[in-house]
């Protein structure tokens, strides 16, 4: 593989690495330096690259094993950030609109680190970078079924969680 069928095949996917792995390790620095390692690891093996049905796919799996090891390492500090696959723009709101919103997106944000991992990989690939079932399940090396599962119930425990929010006015810590 050249560098333009690189740049082309590869680092286009540089920032959907990012989020993920910013998903996982909730460290802007260290979400960096996952992709940089994934984009060095990719490029020393540029010559094997063809045998991967998708390229993105395979990516994503070394994003996400270079991310639980690093977990599992504990050497890294985190820090909380809201992700940029869930920013929003509130141009078009009135500042009442646009302060609710943003404590939405704050409590979703909490809601979320508190699913369990699977759940939280799944919701992130499917509803903030839109991949499919199919890819999904490829990624993170898990069936079709168990994709569709947990992203059923990541759903369902972030909607009782805003719903309590919503009827009770306050959130629980």
């Known amino acids: 593989m050249l560098l333009e069928e690189f740049k082309h095949k590869v680092l ?10 910013l998903r996982y390790l909730g460290n802007e620095d260290e979400a960096k330096d996952v992709v940089q390692e994934v984009l060095i690891k990719a490029w020393d093996r540029r010559e094997e690259l063809h045998v991967y049905r998708s390229i993105e796919a395979w990516c994503m799996q070394l994003t996400r094993n270079i991310s639980l090891n690093k977990l599992k390492s504990g050497h890294y500090s985190k820090t909380d950030v809201l992700d940029d696959g869930l920013r929003l723009s509130y141009s078009a709101q009135s500042p009442y609109e646009s302060a609710e919103t943003q ?10 680190r508190h699913l369990p991992l699977l759940q939280q990989q799944v919701i992130q690939l499917r509803d903030v970078e839109g991949y499919t079932y199919d890819e999904i399940s490829e990624q993170l090396d898990v069936s079709l079924g168990q994709v569709k599962i947990n992203l059923f119930r990541a759903r369902q425990n972030l909607k009782k969680n805003l719903q309590s929010i919503n009827a009770y006015g306050i959130t629980k810590n």
């Open 103 to 112: 404590d939405t997106m704050n409590s979703l944000q909490k809601f979320m």
């Open 12 to 21: 286009p996917v540089k920032n959907k690495l990012y989020r993920f792995a």
